[in-house]
């Protein structure tokens, strides 16, 4: 039995290249290289971003190593995210991962791209950790999901976003106000210089878990065709502020009618939009005003980031969950 587990995590999902080396549930490094070439796009141009994987990958982790003082003989094994994400990007990462294993001789370990967001939580330097079970909010560029937790490798889904995701609602919104892509945290920044009382954008009436955000954006693109330029420039900070509000409030929304349902106090919020610190300050809020007890990771294991690879590829090698270096099959990760 080996004593302490060294890993190395490769997330090549989306448009962020990063390599992080994990010693048991502790971070040596976290290397993440955000591809600026998608910002004039309004959005991830798929094509682009496996091509900058490829050029990016051997350097991320060569500086991966580096900060962690390591060499790649002292790796036990290598975790790689298998899905859901963008096809040529996965490419990109899995073939490396498992070239890396084979060469090494050592264990392949895939990882589901939004459990790892589920388990960021569990990296040593989060202040508090939750106890299962537990709900997790989901809130990334691609996913808006509600899971209940029993376990490292129990997730169930309550709830999912019917159209648009959370991330994407900020995103669209921030490329109607002529923001660059991701337009998440530039609206947040804007926002707080403004009223989040001066423009009212309608909620959605979704029954149970689920969410939509498709209503929402079409009401804001009404709301910013039918101002000038020159209004939506003197205003950008109040209607950040109002937008981003709307945005938050369905998700809290949906916090407290899932502890209703479920009877769970405890919600872990993860994912890109969990950055967002107006939600990190209304989930304050809800904890004064109610018994519910919120969990997020810290900033930089929200948004994408191989940290959380290599959190979930920790857990699964206590548990001998290996890979297989042929099986093609990606169903399950819902690539
Ligand atoms: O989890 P993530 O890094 O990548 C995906 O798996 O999609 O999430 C990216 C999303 C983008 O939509 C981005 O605009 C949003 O997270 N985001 C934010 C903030 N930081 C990132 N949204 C609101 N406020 C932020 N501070
Ligand atoms: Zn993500």
Do not use: W
Request: aromatic share 10%; glycine share 6%; charged share 20%.
């Amino acid at each position: 039995m080996i004593k302490d587990v060294y890993i190395l995590a490769i997330e090549t999902s989306c448009d962020d290249t990063s390599v992080a080396i994990l010693k048991n549930q502790k971070v040596l490094s976290n290397v993440v290289s955000s591809q600026k070439i998608h910002e004039i796009y309004g959005g991830v141009v798929p094509e682009l971003a496996s091509r900058e994987h490829d050029r990016l990958i051997i350097p991320v982790i060569k500086k991966a190593l580096n900060d962690a003082g390591m060499n790649l003989f002292n790796i036990n094994a290598i975790a790689y995210t298998r899905g859901p994400g963008l096809l040529g990007s996965l490419l990109v990462g899995t073939s490396f991962a498992k070239s890396l294993a084979l060469s090494l001789d050592i264990p392949l370990i895939e990882i589901n791209h939004m459990q790892a967001h589920i388990l960021s939580i569990f990296i040593a330097d989060n202040p508090e950790k939750p106890k299962f079970p537990f709900i997790a909010l989901t809130v990334s560029g691609g996913h808006t999901q509600l899971v209940l937790v029993k376990s490292y490798e129990d997730f169930v889904e309550l709830g999912t976003t019917l159209d648009d995701a959370a991330g994407e609602a900020f995103d669209k919104s921030g490329k109607l106000m002529n923001l660059n892509y991701p337009a998440g945290p530039k609206i947040d920044n804007l926002a707080s210089k403004g009223d989040f009382n001066k423009f009212k954008f309608p909620k959605p009436k979704v029954d149970g878990l689920n969410f939509s955000f498709s209503g929402l954006k079409t009401s804001f693109k009404n709301f910013i065709n039918n101002q000038s330029s020159d209004f939506i420039q003197n205003n950008i900070n109040d209607i950040c502020a109002s937008i981003q509000f709307t945005i938050i409030d369905i998700l809290i929304d949906k916090i407290i009618e899932a502890k209703k349902k479920h009877k769970i106090n405890d919600f872990v919020i993860c994912g890109g939009v969990s950055a967002n610190s107006f939600l990190r300050k209304r989930l304050k809020e809800l904890e004064k005003s109610s018994d519910i007890k919120t969990y997020v990771p810290k900033i930089n294991y929200s948004t994408d980031n191989a940290a959380m690879i290599g959190i979930n590829g920790y857990f699964k090698f206590i548990n001998s969950r290996f890979g297989s270096f042929s099986d093609s099959s990606v169903s399950k990760y819902k690539v």
